[in-house]
């Protein structure tokens, strides 16, 4: 099992940065890939990013070169450096986990999730 709570979103301008935190407890969590999600009203849960438990690092293209995904083991915390935030970017964004992830891709893929945290990028 993995708890995750995600933290750092809020009210920024566009260029601005942010960076979202994701807070994660439980047996399993030095095993797990780990990711971020986004979904805009009326929009589907689309793929940010992913660091797998081996290190290796996804981007969707949309934010590939302006986002970063990162993880601090001792804290067992993962991040999210959002950097040039566009209003494109606007999003409840959610932190994923998964033990046997079978596509980075996917949301079914992950079994544990985040309740969320709100990015608004408004001028």
């Known amino acids: 099992q993995v708890q995750l709570i995600e933290s750092g979103g809020g009210l920024v301008q566009p260029g601005d940065s942010l960076r979202l935190s994701c807070e994660a407890s439980?047996?399993?969590?030095?095993?797990?890939?780990m990711g971020w999600f986004r979904q805009a009203p009326g929009k589907e849960r689309e793929f940010v990013a992913v660091?797998?438990?081996?290190?290796?690092?996804m981007y969707a293209d949309s934010v590939k070169g302006r986002f970063t995904i990162s993880k601090d083991n001792v804290k067992s915390t993962l991040y999210l450096q959002m950097n040039d935030l566009k209003t494109e970017d606007a999003a409840m964004y959610s932190c994923?986990?998964?033990?046997?992830?079978?596509?980075?891709?996917?949301?079914?893929?992950?079994?544990?999730w985040g309740q969320g945290t709100q990015v608004t990028v408004s001028s």
């Open positions: 994923a986990a998964s033990e046997a992830c079978t596509n980075y891709y996917y949301a079914s893929s992950y079994e544990y």
């Open positions: 660091l797998s438990w081996l290190g290796l690092t």
């Open positions: 439980g047996n399993a969590v030095s095993r797990v890939a």
